[in-house]
């Protein structure tokens, strides 16, 4: 899974409105929509992007590495 993928489906469950999380953040609509949730695009976030957004949803960028290592079982036992 991507970070993108990740980010996008935390956004889905919270049910956050897009025009808002751009109003909030300051990010442009379509720069969030292309990253997010235009399957096929493959825009990738940009750093500024990904901390505005983290930040508003109140997540520590850093919980995606954790997860993907206790998927992959690396971490443990240390």
């Keep these: 899974m991507t970070?993108?993928?990740w980010l996008s489906g935390i956004i889905?469950?919270?049910?956050?409105?897009?025009s808002e999380l751009s109003r909030r953040t300051k990010l442009p609509y379509q720069a969030i929509?292309?990253?997010?949730?235009?399957?096929?695009?493959?825009r990738?976030?940009?750093s500024g992007e990904l901390?505005?957004?983290c930040g508003y949803l109140?997540?520590?960028?850093m919980e995606f590495a954790r997860k993907r290592k206790e998927v992959r079982g690396?971490?443990?036992g240390a």
């Design 12 to 18: 889905r469950e919270r049910g956050i409105n897009l």
């Design 33 to 42: 929509y292309a990253s997010l949730f235009a399957h096929g695009r493959d």
């Design 58 to 61: 109140g997540i520590d960028p």
């Design 3 to 5: 970070f993108e993928k």
């Design 44 to 46: 990738e976030l940009r």
């Design 51 to 53: 901390i505005a957004i």
């Design 74 to 76: 690396e971490g443990q």
